[in-house]
């Protein structure tokens, strides 16, 4: 019998390797990397290897990063910024768009040695990472052209330090460098040590299109060389991995004031409702969880099924899972490749075999010689499983049910990440609702891992903040109109007269005035104020959690109050003249009209991701978000935080000036009469610099805006590296001028949240316009 | 074997959900998710071809032009190509005409063991009266049809009036007797994805051999979209009865990369036991041409011209 016949005979596919050999001659010719510093590539230092994980083969050595060499690289990126930012909008639009050309001509070459380098299947790199690339330079090319005039009034940052994971090394480099050149900054980027060749190979392209010396300079190494680059001067730092490594980056900046962006971990829900299209979601869980080996931070690794539907789900799931192909990843048939170390691969089978001793079962997801480890899930599987709480970051899911939409939504939440969702059903009511409903930066609609260019991703909780991709990925990359401190001091506050009446000011919290838990109280201008507790803080937060109908009330209902608060504090104007000024309350009431007017108009954007989808970017508030009010201008200040805050929905918890409180408590006043619910705005009191890390680090408060002396800023910091909450040092200004009011405070009051809902009732060719 | 069929089971299909954007997707991704080369492409292109429904439907037929496509049917690729690969005994599936060259096509295919098929029913649109339909069905048995393709009433499904699909398709198969019987949905005039599904069941319970997805007359043909959804009732169908209904895509497949696709999605959605053609038949003409050349470049690494290959 034939070959041919026997094939006929068994119809297997056979090998299909992609051929590597233009990539591994190349690597064959560099041997050995420096770094790539100042437009030209180092000599070789101390080196490590870097291997293709399917055969353990060393592919390259790649140089050490050291502390000099993090330093030139700095220096390099210093040096090039302002003639990089000098450059029109065009002219580096055109070296945004000739990065993407060259992307795209050494589409083959880059897949290949991504392939080689990471493990994961070339089917994956050539039809997912390297368009993504492109797209993504494409687009910000775009951006660059736009800058000043979608920008107006904003500047680049400066230098910023990147760092990068191994799951997408060339596409994580391109969501890195493409915004932030387009914005007019310089990088210093630190691909992972698994994988750090085709941010050499980008280095080369660089080279190739003539980008100015010092733009781009890439560092290779380990977490040493990414501590270097933390610790350096850099203007802002945006990291992509672990929460562990995130959470000490966060804590390392401490004090510093710059930007930090951070992409973490996940553990993201994709919740199947009863009357989702099952094979399509059974596909959404191969895109999920079975692509890149499930080295995928947004990966949705908790499926969340309706009891209804669980076991026609299940039976699916498993004879999908059944066809999935692993093996060689350059082979064209490969679904899974290799996990990208031994050591990753030990940490998922020690994560599993966790999970299994603690009760569940899992299916499939065998360990296979090499770096292999077939898909699998676990069920069975109890909430508190450490396969249920622990990123696995393997092709390993879990498999749990609901029973009904609200405890899905319960289920899906109950995690310390945020990161993303999917979300599978065919009622438009139904899925819409859960989307709003996850807390999470991406929620997919009967779909799963999509992503572009022009749709923001990023996450909440645990995983991070700031985004990456579109508008607001831009605007993580630029600095706003510079706000000029205040020059004149403010006018001292008048004394106030004493009362005719004795009166006892207390703390604000939930909708009532509280007498402070430790009972003590402190002189203040115009009497005695309460001296606020940790305990205070908390009973504050917690009747702040209370408030989440004010979200839900709609901007419409919330400029009403706004509007009404107005309305009561001007009946006061000349009382709260006295206590303080006619311009603090001048600026007070403007505050009130100005949000007022926002409240219901502070959109979010629809993109154009892709064709046949509508993708929404809508700005939702944070929640609870913990504000230090600066110690001058007491009323306008606090006004000036607070009412952009809860205009978009968020509740408070504000420590006033400590100085000068009273203003605010009879403040507090107002907002009973003005049908401000309670617990929207609760107010401390007392020594700001030891409440503020209390607020800081209580882990329900989601924000934290730190307008007080510049000196208590590291500890905040240090608070909210704990529990990952971003912290805004709000720039010190005249808070009666016009500066102290603006879409700055909204972008600062909300978090984007992405989702993706694909669309189209015929197949393509039968009517259907979508596609 | 014939499908025995069911009693008319509207709950097996009525709550049917299907996303067009995700099959959209899946159909988009299937082909590039696997790959054959060398031998092995050979190969499934060769399975292909035992899987034609070598087809001529057209208003100038004659005798004459049935006889030499059942000739193409007997020899589909040139004799040294099939020697060099080391394949023997290869021919189509079957050979696809309208009623009154069923005779003709008999006669020519001799005692090669492929089958006739007739296409029926009022072919393409099925508008004519049942009694006549079914009269038609009767003349391609007795012209010794082995095969019938039949057209349902694409009203039927626009109108969700199952009963009267049903009972169509069944007086159809009985019309059949012991030919086989392939269901033609005419997909491109059901539109959606959800009429596509439910007909195919409809068409299962009433005992359809095959399911096919178009007259080749439609404005859209066979789509992967459309096939994916077919094939994933033809799954459903086997895990409730046990009964395996083939399928078959028509019109829309020209090129051997196609033959290749939709061999991959018969092999990823439902398997192995797919892709003969007991199970597995693709409706086309122009498509063994192009399979043939790929063929001819394997065995001799150039492209052949086509007027040194034998037309159908």
Redesign the interface.
Same mark, same amino acid.
């Given at each position: 019998m034939s070959r041919v016949s026997e094939i006929m005979e068994t119809m297997e596919y056979g090998p299909s390797v992609e051929d590597s050999s233009a990539v591994r001659d190349w690597l064959a010719a560099q041997g050995r990397f420096g770094h790539f510093i100042d437009g030209a590539f180092t000599d070789v230092g101390a080196t490590f290897e870097t291997r293709d994980p399917s055969t353990g083969d060393v592919l390259a050595r790649v140089s050490q990063g050291s502390e000099a060499d993090v330093a030139a690289a700095v220096a390099a990126a210093r040096a090039a910024q302002p003639g990089w930012a000098a450059l029109s909008g065009t002219e580096r639009a055109r070296y945004l768009y000739a990065l993407a050309r060259h992307v795209q001509k050494r589409e083959r070459f880059l897949s290949v040695l991504e392939t080689l380098d990471n493990g994961k299947p070339i089917r994956e790199a050539r039809d997912i990472d390297v368009p993504l690339v492109a797209r993504h330079f494409y687009h910000h090319a775009g951006w660059a052209e736009l800058r000043d005039s979608q920008f107006p009034g904003h500047a680049p940052l400066g230098v910023c330090g990147q760092i990068i994971p191994w799951n997408f090394p060339l596409l994580m480099l391109a969501w890195k460098i493409a915004p932030a050149l387009a914005a007019g900054n310089t990088v210093v980027l630190k691909p992972a040590e698994y994988t750090p060749l085709t941010a050499l190979a980008f280095a080369e392209i660089c080279q190739e299109i003539g980008l100015p010396a010092g733009v781009v300079n890439i560092v290779t190494g380990d977490g040493v060389t990414g501590a270097a680059l933390v610790a350096s001067e850099v203007d802002k730092i945006a990291f992509t991995g672990s929460t562990e490594v995130g959470r000490g980056i966060a804590l390392a900046l401490a004090g510093t004031g710059r930007r930090l962006t951070l992409e973490l971990g996940g553990k993201s829900p994709f919740v199947v409702m009863e009357d989702a299209d099952l094979d399509a979601a059974v596909e959404g869980v191969v895109d999920s969880i079975w692509f890149n080996q499930g080295e995928v931070c947004c990966a949705g690794s908790r499926i969340l099924v309706a009891e209804a539907v669980a076991p026609r789900f299940e039976a699916l799931l498993r004879a999908r899972m059944a066809r999935l192909r692993v093996g060689a990843p350059l082979d064209k048939s490969t679904d899974l490749g290799a996990i990208v170390d031994p050591v990753q691969k030990d940490r998922i089978l020690s994560i599993c075999q966790a999970a299994v001793e603690a009760g569940a079962e899992l299916v499939g997801g065998q360990p296979q010689d090499g770096c292999f480890i077939a898909p699998g899930y676990l069920r069975n599987i109890a909430p508190a499983n450490p396969g249920m709480v622990e990123e696995i970051f393997g092709p390993i899911a879990t498999l749990s049910t609901f029973r009904t939409a609200d405890e899905a939504i319960e289920l899906a939440n109950a995690t310390r990440y945020g990161l993303a969702g999917s979300v599978w059903s065919e009622s438009a009511t139904v899925a819409t609702d859960l989307a709003a409903r996850i807390k999470a930066g991406v929620i997919w609609i009967n779909g799963a891992n999509m992503f572009d260019a022009a749709a923001s991703f990023g996450g909440m909780r645990d995983s991070g903040y700031s985004r990456e991709g579109g508008h607001s990925g831009m605007r993580d990359y630029l600095a706003g109109p510079k706000v000029a401190p205040m020059t004149t001091p403010a006018s001292p506050a008048p004394k106030a007269a004493p009362p005719a009446i004795d009166r006892t000011a207390k703390l604000y919290i939930g909708g009532a005035q509280k007498r402070p838990d430790g009972g003590a109280m402190y002189a203040v201008p115009g009497g005695l104020a309460p001296q606020g507790s940790r305990k205070d803080i908390r009973n504050a937060v917690e009747a702040a959690a209370k408030a989440g109908k004010w979200a839900a009330m709609g901007g419409h209902a919330r400029a009403q109050v706004l509007y009404f608060i107005a309305e009561n504090l001007a009946a006061r104007r000349d009382e709260f003249a006295a206590r303080t000024s006619p311009a603090e309350v001048g600026a007070a009431l403007a505050r009130a009209f100005h949000y007022a007017a926002w409240a219901d108009k502070f959109d979010g954007r629809t993109v154009q991701a892709k064709p046949g989808h509508l993708v929404t970017v809508i700005p939702e508030p944070h929640g609870i978000i913990g504000i230090t009010c600066p110690e001058s201008q007491p009323l306008a200040g606090f006004l000036s935080l607070v009412l952009p805050a809860i205009a978009m929905g968020n509740a408070v918890v504000a420590i006033p000036s400590p100085g000068d409180p009273l203003p605010v408590m009879d403040l507090c006043q107002v907002f009973d009469t003005s049908d401000l619910p309670g617990g929207v705005v609760n107010v401390v009191t007392g020594a700001a610099a030891e409440l503020s890390p209390h607020l800081a680090g209580h882990e329900e408060v989601s924000a934290v805006w730190h307008a007080g002396a510049a000196e208590e800023l590291a500890a905040i910091d240090r608070a909210a590296s704990h529990t990952l909450t971003p912290v805004w040092p709000v720039p010190a200004r005249d808070w009666t001028g016009p500066r102290a009011q603006g879409e700055t405070f909204l972008h600062h009051a909300t978090r984007q949240k992405t989702i993706w809902l694909p669309y189209g009732a015929l197949p393509a060719g039968s009517g259907g316009q979508a596609y | 074997m014939t499908n025995p069929g069911t009693d008319l089971r509207p709950d097996w299909f009525e709550g049917i959900?299907?996303? !067009?954007?995700? &099959? +959209?997707? *899946?159909a988009a /991704?299937l082909p590039? *998710?696997? #790959?054959?080369?060398?031998?092995?492409q050979?190969?499934?292109l060769?399975?292909a071809v035992?899987c034609i429904d070598l087809t001529t439907l057209a208003g100038d037929d004659t005798p004459d032009r049935v006889a030499r496509l059942c000739a193409k049917a007997r020899q589909p690729i040139a004799p040294e190509l099939l020697q060099a =690969? %080391? &394949? !023997?005994g290869l021919t189509t599936g079957a050979v696809c005409v309208y009623p009154t060259m069923v005779a003709p096509a008999k006669r020519a295919l001799g005692d090669s063991g492929i089958p006739v098929a007739s296409v029926a029913t009022g072919f393409p649109a099925g508008l004519m009266p049942l009694d006549l339909r079914l009269a038609e069905i009767r003349y391609a048995v007795d012209q010794g049809a082995d095969e019938i393709d039949i057209v349902i009433t694409r009203a039927h499904v626009l109108q969700a009036n199952w009963i009267a699909l049903y009972d169509e398709l069944r007086a159809m198969r009985e019309a059949c007797g012991t030919a086989r019987m392939k269901a033609i949905l005419a997909t %491109?005039d059901l539109? #959606?994805?959800e009429n596509v599904a439910c007909a195919s069941h409809v068409a299962m319970q009433a005992g359809a051999d095959w399911i096919k997805t178009s007259t080749g007359k439609e %404005? &859209?043909n066979a /789509?992967l979209? =459309?096939s994916l959804v077919m094939c994933?009732t033809i799954r459903d169908h086997h895990a409730r009865t046990g009964v395996k209904v083939g399928f078959k895509p028509a019109g829309g497949l020209r090129t051997a990369k196609d033959a290749i696709s939709w061999?991959v999605l018969m092999? +990823?959605e439902l398997g192995?036991d797919w892709?003969a053609p007991d199970l597995f038949r693709i409706g086309a003409s122009s498509l063994l041409g192009d399979i043939e050349r790929q063929i001819s470049h394997h065995v001799t690494g150039r492209y052949a011209a086509s007027h040194r290959l034998a037309p159908a």
């Amino acid at each position: 019998m034939s070959r041919v016949s026997e094939i006929m005979e068994t119809m297997e596919y056979g090998p299909s390797v992609e051929d590597s050999s233009a990539v591994r001659d190349w690597l064959a010719a560099q041997g050995r990397f420096g770094h790539f510093i100042d437009g030209a590539f180092t000599d070789v230092g101390a080196t490590f290897e870097t291997r293709d994980p399917s055969t353990g083969d060393v592919l390259a050595r790649v140089s050490q990063g050291s502390e000099a060499d993090v330093a030139a690289a700095v220096a390099a990126a210093r040096a090039a910024q302002p003639g990089w930012a000098a450059l029109s909008g065009t002219e580096r639009a055109r070296y945004l768009y000739a990065l993407a050309r060259h992307v795209q001509k050494r589409e083959r070459f880059l897949s290949v040695l991504e392939t080689l380098d990471n493990g994961k299947p070339i089917r994956e790199a050539r039809d997912i990472d390297v368009p993504l690339v492109a797209r993504h330079f494409y687009h910000h090319a775009g951006w660059a052209e736009l800058r000043d005039s979608q920008f107006p009034g904003h500047a680049p940052l400066g230098v910023c330090g990147q760092i990068i994971p191994w799951n997408f090394p060339l596409l994580m480099l391109a969501w890195k460098i493409a915004p932030a050149l387009a914005a007019g900054n310089t990088v210093v980027l630190k691909p992972a040590e698994y994988t750090p060749l085709t941010a050499l190979a980008f280095a080369e392209i660089c080279q190739e299109i003539g980008l100015p010396a010092g733009v781009v300079n890439i560092v290779t190494g380990d977490g040493v060389t990414g501590a270097a680059l933390v610790a350096s001067e850099v203007d802002k730092i945006a990291f992509t991995g672990s929460t562990e490594v995130g959470r000490g980056i966060a804590l390392a900046l401490a004090g510093t004031g710059r930007r930090l962006t951070l992409e973490l971990g996940g553990k993201s829900p994709f919740v199947v409702m009863e009357d989702a299209d099952l094979d399509a979601a059974v596909e959404g869980v191969v895109d999920s969880i079975w692509f890149n080996q499930g080295e995928v931070c947004c990966a949705g690794s908790r499926i969340l099924v309706a009891e209804a539907v669980a076991p026609r789900f299940e039976a699916l799931l498993r004879a999908r899972m059944a066809r999935l192909r692993v093996g060689a990843p350059l082979d064209k048939s490969t679904d899974l490749g290799a996990i990208v170390d031994p050591v990753q691969k030990d940490r998922i089978l020690s994560i599993c075999q966790a999970a299994v001793e603690a009760g569940a079962e899992l299916v499939g997801g065998q360990p296979q010689d090499g770096c292999f480890i077939a898909p699998g899930y676990l069920r069975n599987i109890a909430p508190a499983n450490p396969g249920m709480v622990e990123e696995i970051f393997g092709p390993i899911a879990t498999l749990s049910t609901f029973r009904t939409a609200d405890e899905a939504i319960e289920l899906a939440n109950a995690t310390r990440y945020g990161l993303a969702g999917s979300v599978w059903s065919e009622s438009a009511t139904v899925a819409t609702d859960l989307a709003a409903r996850i807390k999470a930066g991406v929620i997919w609609i009967n779909g799963a891992n999509m992503f572009d260019a022009a749709a923001s991703f990023g996450g909440m909780r645990d995983s991070g903040y700031s985004r990456e991709g579109g508008h607001s990925g831009m605007r993580d990359y630029l600095a706003g109109p510079k706000v000029a401190p205040m020059t004149t001091p403010a006018s001292p506050a008048p004394k106030a007269a004493p009362p005719a009446i004795d009166r006892t000011a207390k703390l604000y919290i939930g909708g009532a005035q509280k007498r402070p838990d430790g009972g003590a109280m402190y002189a203040v201008p115009g009497g005695l104020a309460p001296q606020g507790s940790r305990k205070d803080i908390r009973n504050a937060v917690e009747a702040a959690a209370k408030a989440g109908k004010w979200a839900a009330m709609g901007g419409h209902a919330r400029a009403q109050v706004l509007y009404f608060i107005a309305e009561n504090l001007a009946a006061r104007r000349d009382e709260f003249a006295a206590r303080t000024s006619p311009a603090e309350v001048g600026a007070a009431l403007a505050r009130a009209f100005h949000y007022a007017a926002w409240a219901d108009k502070f959109d979010g954007r629809t993109v154009q991701a892709k064709p046949g989808h509508l993708v929404t970017v809508i700005p939702e508030p944070h929640g609870i978000i913990g504000i230090t009010c600066p110690e001058s201008q007491p009323l306008a200040g606090f006004l000036s935080l607070v009412l952009p805050a809860i205009a978009m929905g968020n509740a408070v918890v504000a420590i006033p000036s400590p100085g000068d409180p009273l203003p605010v408590m009879d403040l507090c006043q107002v907002f009973d009469t003005s049908d401000l619910p309670g617990g929207v705005v609760n107010v401390v009191t007392g020594a700001a610099a030891e409440l503020s890390p209390h607020l800081a680090g209580h882990e329900e408060v989601s924000a934290v805006w730190h307008a007080g002396a510049a000196e208590e800023l590291a500890a905040i910091d240090r608070a909210a590296s704990h529990t990952l909450t971003p912290v805004w040092p709000v720039p010190a200004r005249d808070w009666t001028g016009p500066r102290a009011q603006g879409e700055t405070f909204l972008h600062h009051a909300t978090r984007q949240k992405t989702i993706w809902l694909p669309y189209g009732a015929l197949p393509a060719g039968s009517g259907g316009q979508a596609y | 074997m014939t499908n025995p069929g069911t009693d008319l089971r509207p709950d097996w299909f009525e709550g049917i959900r299907i996303n !067009t954007p995700a &099959v +959209e997707r *899946r159909a988009a /991704t299937l082909p590039a *998710r696997r #790959s054959l080369k060398k031998d092995h492409q050979a190969a499934w292109l060769l399975n292909a071809v035992r899987c034609i429904d070598l087809t001529t439907l057209a208003g100038d037929d004659t005798p004459d032009r049935v006889a030499r496509l059942c000739a193409k049917a007997r020899q589909p690729i040139a004799p040294e190509l099939l020697q060099a =690969v %080391g &394949v !023997t005994g290869l021919t189509t599936g079957a050979v696809c005409v309208y009623p009154t060259m069923v005779a003709p096509a008999k006669r020519a295919l001799g005692d090669s063991g492929i089958p006739v098929a007739s296409v029926a029913t009022g072919f393409p649109a099925g508008l004519m009266p049942l009694d006549l339909r079914l009269a038609e069905i009767r003349y391609a048995v007795d012209q010794g049809a082995d095969e019938i393709d039949i057209v349902i009433t694409r009203a039927h499904v626009l109108q969700a009036n199952w009963i009267a699909l049903y009972d169509e398709l069944r007086a159809m198969r009985e019309a059949c007797g012991t030919a086989r019987m392939k269901a033609i949905l005419a997909t %491109g005039d059901l539109k #959606s994805l959800e009429n596509v599904a439910c007909a195919s069941h409809v068409a299962m319970q009433a005992g359809a051999d095959w399911i096919k997805t178009s007259t080749g007359k439609e %404005g &859209v043909n066979a /789509t992967l979209a =459309v096939s994916l959804v077919m094939c994933r009732t033809i799954r459903d169908h086997h895990a409730r009865t046990g009964v395996k209904v083939g399928f078959k895509p028509a019109g829309g497949l020209r090129t051997a990369k196609d033959a290749i696709s939709w061999q991959v999605l018969m092999a +990823e959605e439902l398997g192995r036991d797919w892709l003969a053609p007991d199970l597995f038949r693709i409706g086309a003409s122009s498509l063994l041409g192009d399979i043939e050349r790929q063929i001819s470049h394997h065995v001799t690494g150039r492209y052949a011209a086509s007027h040194r290959l034998a037309p159908a």
